[in-house]
């Protein structure tokens, strides 16, 4: 079965960096469109970041926009989250998710396109 298993979150002073990976198994990595949420306390998950099959295109949210960065390696069947210039309020679990597409098509935004996701991993940003 497929299995997304994030790491790499931790503890980080406001305007430092972390980098989040997420391992795949058991699908063909380069056929999935792969994706990172977060949710922080008390409020609703939210799309971070999306990447294609082969890493042609990414998008981001506003609020992490020419902070993080996304990237993949397919020879890994691995998923990366660069993140840059942390802020108290990026403090979230962070999940990895994948949709069945190599496209940017569709809702890439909406929670409700994936088809898996990783149990998540805690980031906590200190000011």
């Known amino acids: 079965q497929v299995e997304l298993v994030e790491s790499g979150g931790g503890l980080v002073q406001a305007g430092g960096s972390l980098r989040l990976s997420c391992a795949a198994s058991?699908?063909?990595?380069?056929?999935?469109?792969m994706g990172w949420f977060r949710q922080a306390p008390g409020q609703e998950r939210e799309f971070v970041a999306a990447?294609?099959?082969?890493?042609?295109?990414?998008h981001y949210s506003d609020s992490v926009k020419g902070r993080f960065t996304t990237s993949r390696d397919n020879a890994k069947n691995s998923v990366y989250l660069q993140m840059s210039s942390l802020k108290p309020e990026d403090t979230a679990v962070y999940y990895c998710?994948?949709?069945?597409?190599?496209?940017?098509?569709?809702?890439?935004?909406?929670?409700?396109?994936?088809?898996?996701w990783g149990q998540g991993t805690q980031v906590t940003v200190s000011s």
């Open positions: 998710v994948a949709k069945g597409t190599p496209f940017m098509n569709g809702d890439y935004k909406s929670l409700r396109e994936y088809n898996y």
């Open positions: 990447i294609t099959g082969y890493g042609a295109t990414t």
């Open positions: 058991g699908l063909t990595f380069s056929a999935y469109r």
